[in-house]
């Protein structure tokens, strides 16, 4: 098992507007994607604007472990030297995945159609998140699994060689299950077919396709063609527009800010959390859109705006389904009732998502009304937060609940303390020192 790291409680106060420039760090989806994609082409790859968290991290090194050369050099750039499709090694110890389901499930996908025996473990978050939505398309294609109950880490697999192409209906809208689909079909003879019929995040087909796989998009199918070699790629990761999404709310909730988040990822699958807020009455301008390696990129500049709640319309779940906690923050400054339904998928992320935030903004001074597939917020019209008190909210091992608990303590009468922040590294390692650079008032607390 994955050893924990000690607790960092951490408390955060208001301390006006928020003014200045930020850079968040690299996308984690194309991070994750980046690594593995170029950890399997033929020759030496470049990446730029890598994502340097620990779920990365933990990409990086079982790919290492499976056979590939991934380097950093000092100026920050990462050198990928692969091992071919189908060349993937071994490994000799067990892929501690950490808090990382994108790692485990995508890597799950890449084991299946190799000749190889993997462990896969995780961190106490991980080990309750449920892996039958990949185990169930890749045993289809032949791989083997040993589980722990309820199908969860730690896990053993055995993958087959040559692995059986299948045709598969997403049973739920995951980019994660059909790039794992994706990736084992890449060593797969014969052509795997996944159909989606609510569109997720287009990372693994956009890239794929860039580092010169066999694969189609028709309409809501997406096929692959195995054994085709991949060749090494330059790669400029744009900025996580899930990192941008705890500024975009910071700026638009305390009074005054404004705030210019630079070089952000505006791949339409991913948008989800802009569009919401523009609905809520958000000051959000989208400044010098280009296009850098494929994918829309442009700085938003965001200034505070007095919000309004909304019914928040269910089709945009996929596209802003990590950004929920924070819009959730957002709700709770607004003028009126936000109802959010139909996105059951947050009761398996890092947390319950909708049962950490109904219980951790309720600490805070907010009122709000749990369902089973959303929640439903009062919001308090722009009146600061009434803050934590003595007691701490719990970031049960989730990074995006300890980062959405931070921002809403950038608009509260008492500071909201935070039982531990640091999960925080997982995702964006930088954030703390941005907050403070921008103006919020951060301090660590004894544990
Ligand atoms: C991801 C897909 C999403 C998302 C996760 C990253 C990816 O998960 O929540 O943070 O990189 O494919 P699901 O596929 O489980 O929705």
């Given at each position: ?249 910071a700026a638009s909730i305390v009074p005054g ?148 608990m931070a921002v809403a303590g950038m608009h ?30 951060p301090t660590w607390l004894d544990a």
């Amino acid at each position: 098992m994955h050893a924990p790291l000690s607790p960092r409680p951490l408390s955060i106060a208001a301390a006006g507007p928020l003014k200045g420039e930020v850079t968040v760090p690299g996308d984690k989806s194309i991070s994750h994607r980046s690594l593995m994609f170029a950890g399997l082409a033929i020759g030496t790859s470049r990446i730029r604007g890598l994502l340097e968290g620990e779920d990365v991290l933990a990409t990086a090194a079982a790919m290492r472990a499976m056979g590939a050369t991934i380097e950093r050099r000092e100026d920050g750039e990462w050198r990928v030297a692969g091992v071919g499709v189908g060349g993937l090694l071994q490994p000799n110890t067990a892929l501690d995945m950490g808090n990382s389901g994108t790692s485990t499930r995508l890597l799950m996908g890449l084991v299946a159609s190799h000749p190889i025996t993997a462990t896969f473990t995780g961190d106490a978050s991980l080990s309750k998140r449920p892996m039958a939505r990949v185990i169930e398309p890749l045993s289809r294609m032949g791989a083997d699994f040993t589980a722990s109950p309820g199908d969860r880490l730690p896990l053993t697999m055995r993958g087959l060689c040559p692995a059986v192409p299948i045709e598969y209906e997403l049973p739920v809208a995951s980019a994660q299950v059909k790039s794992a689909v994706l990736l084992a079909g890449l060593n797969t003879p014969g052509i795997t077919r996944v159909i989606e019929r609510v569109p997720t995040r287009d990372h693994s087909e956009r890239m794929l396709r860039g580092f010169g796989a066999d694969l189609n998009v028709e309409g809501e199918v997406v096929s692959i063609r195995g054994e085709a070699e991949l060749r090494a790629q330059d790669i400029d990761v744009p900025g996580d527009p899930s990192s941008a999404g705890f500024w975009m709310v910071a700026a638009s909730i305390v009074p005054g800010s404004d705030v210019t988040i630079r070089n952000v990822l505006m791949n339409p699958t991913r948008t989800g959390l802009i569009a919401a807020l523009r609905l809520m009455g958000a000051s959000i301008e989208a400044l010098g859109t280009r296009d850098v390696g494929g994918e829309a990129v442009a700085d938003l500049r965001v200034r505070h705006a007095p919000l309004s709640a909304i019914e928040v319309p269910p089709d945009l779940a996929p596209s802003m389904i990590d950004e929920y906690p924070v819009l959730f923050v957002a709700a709770a400054f607004a003028k009126g009732h936000t109802v959010a339904r139909g996105a059951h998928e947050l009761r398996v992320k890092e947390s319950d998502r909708i049962a950490a935030m109904a219980a951790a903004l309720g600490l805070a001074g907010v009122r709000v009304e749990e369902h089973e597939d959303g929640l439903s917020i009062e919001g308090r019209d722009g009146e600061p937060l009434v803050g934590t008190g003595g007691a701490r909210v719990a970031s049960l091992l989730d990074h995006r609940i300890a980062m959405a608990m931070a921002v809403a303590g950038m608009h509260a009468a008492r500071p909201v303390a935070i039982d531990d922040a640091a999960p925080i590294a997982t995702s964006y390692p930088g954030f703390i020192a941005t907050a403070q650079a921008l103006g919020a008032q951060p301090t660590w607390l004894d544990a």
